[in-house]
């Protein structure tokens, strides 16, 4: 059974570094065609895909944050963390992490709700 | 980037009508489309990848079609679990959007 959770602050403060955890179980990022993404959802908006990093390390971004993501792997850890540097209110939002079967997310955590306020 | 377009934005039916969403991508995405199920406060739920694949567990109400550029999303009979948001995911390049969703609410 493969299970995904996210862990990190749920209040930052603007310009701060966000960093988010997803640890889960069930499955190996070391296993050719697995991947683990992140994807956010602003209150009452829509989805928005961030990034994502595959068994062979492969990492790719979001376009519009790029400069802003950096997505790592621990396979010994079976976590995938996410950084987003110099936050601003407009990145409030659920953070989800998902677990991704080359390129759609089969099984999502629950997400976590990430406030930036000073 | 390949933007993902969706229409209706929100969508009135009663339990039993057959509902239809359409997903637009702004360049051929072939058949990497993927459709996911969302209630509030929950996260997404995959439906439907490849374009019509039914992922396992979900009602065969649920169908999928489309290619290139066009995609639809169909309920045959809506049911009471069924009012929820609905968003399209094209995957076809590195780069990897969403559509904006579609609330689907009761008449």
């Known amino acids: 059974q493969i299970t995904l959770k996210e862990s990190g602050p749920t209040l930052v403060k603007p310009t701060q570094t966000l960093t988010l955890t997803c640890s889960f179980s069930g499955f190996s990022l070391s296993t050719s065609g697995v991947g683990v993404g992140w994807i956010r959802q602003p209150p009452g908006k829509a989805l928005e895909w961030l990034a994502r990093?595959?068994?062979?390390?492969?990492?790719r971004y979001s376009p519009s944050l790029k400069s802003r993501l950096t997505i790592i792997k621990d396979t010994s850890k079976n976590q995938v963390v996410l950084t987003m540097t110099n936050m601003d209110p407009v990145d409030t939002a659920t953070y989800y992490c998902?677990?991704?079967?080359?390129?759609?997310?089969?099984?999502w955590g629950q997400g976590t709700l990430v406030t930036v306020s000073s | 980037d390949i933007q993902m377009t969706q229409s209706p934005s929100t969508l009135s039916a009663s339990v039993g009508d057959r509902v239809t969403i359409t997903c637009r991508a702004s360049?051929?995405?072939?058949?990497?489309l993927a459709w996911y199920q969302q209630k509030p406060g929950k996260a997404p739920n995959l439906l439907i990848y490849?374009?019509?694949t039914l992922e396992g567990g979900v009602p065969s109400r649920f169908s999928g079609s489309g290619s290139g550029t066009e995609f639809t999303l169909t309920i045959s009979s809506l049911q009471p679990d069924d009012f929820a948001t609905y968003y399209c995911q094209q995957y076809n390049s590195y780069v990897w959007t969403f559509g904006q969703g579609t609330k689907v609410e009761i008449k």
């Open positions: 998902a677990h991704n079967r080359r390129g759609f997310f089969d099984l």
């Open positions: 360049q051929s995405v072939g058949f990497w």
């Open positions: 490849k374009a019509s």
């Open positions: 990093i595959y068994w062979d390390d492969d990492k």
